[in-house]
T-cell receptor
Framework: GAGVSQSPSNKVTEKGKDVELRCDPI?????LYWYRQSLGQGLEFLIYFQGNSAPDKSGLPSDRFSAERTGGSVSTLTIQRTQQEDSAVYLC??????????FGPGTRLTVL | AQSVAQPEDQVNVAEGNPLTVKCTYS??????LFWYVQYPNRGLQFLLKYITGDNLVKGSYGFEAEFNKSQTSFHLKKPSALVSDSALYFC?????????????FGAGTQVVVTP
């Protein structure tokens, strides 16, 4: 079956611009997660959504970062006024109840 | 708070030799433990997990891992490594009291298998 998909696969932007990253989870998965993978920083949790519950935003690094999940499915991670330190691979994962997380291929963001 | 340590940045092994990638963890409750592998320019692929039951867990591609509660370890092993096993390996933990929660990942271990 279809896995987690993310778009775009690569995004190059200029410092100060806003970007939107999209994640399509596996159908039926009620939990959705965003992580960031940076050189030297490993994998860093950003935010997760579980059904209709309030999202856990504890990992968002600043108020320039936000995410939403519409209709319990597709999620968008938005970074406003991008900075060079935002350059990283942004990974999305989804999960059925009480199970492992399935990861998408990631979006590589480069801020010039 | 939960944490994961992967003490080796890189593991080098010759093809055909046993491969071990080390992982230790810390959680307040019971651990749910996972191993993932990442090939270049790819997302993370699930290898295996420990939730409960038998301490020896078998997973994909001939990998296995042993849960050791007293040593708080979950080392990944493969009896005979292949060149194609060269990749970045991540250990991750989640506290059992937070079943929907985020995974805490280790820093990753680069495995290099030479022919």
């Amino acid at each position: 079956g279809a896995g987690v998909s993310q778009s775009p696969s690569n995004k190059v932007t200029e410092k100060g611009k806003d970007v939107e990253l999209r994640c399509d989870p596996i159908s039926g998965h009620t939990a959705l997660y965003w992580y960031r993978q940076s050189l030297g920083q490993g994998l860093e949790f950003l935010i997760y959504f579980q059904g209709n519950s309030a999202p856990d935003k504890s990992g968002l690094p600043s108020d320039r970062f936000s995410a939403e999940r519409t209709g319990g499915s597709v999620s968008t991670l938005t970074i406003q006024r991008t900075q060079q330190e935002d350059s990283a691979v942004y990974l999305c994962a989804s999960s059925p109840p009480y199970n492992e997380q399935f990861f998408g291929p990631g979006t590589r963001l480069t801020v010039l | 708070a939960q944490s994961v340590a992967q003490p080796e940045d890189q593991v080098n092994v010759a093809e055909g030799n046993p491969l071990t990638v080390k992982c230790t963890y810390s959680v307040s409750g019971n651990p749910y433990l996972f191993w993932y592998v990442q090939y270049p320019n790819r997302g993370l692929q699930f290898l295996l997990k420990y939730i409960t039951g038998d301490n020896l867990v078998k997973g994909s591609y001939g990998f296995e891992a042993e849960f050791n509660k007293s040593q708080t370890s979950f080392h990944l092993k493969k009896p005979s490594a292949l060149v194609s096993d060269s990749a970045l390996y991540f250990c991750a933990v989640r506290d059992s009291t937070d079943s929907w929660g985020k995974l805490q990942f280790g820093a990753g271990t680069q495995v290099v298998v030479t022919p």
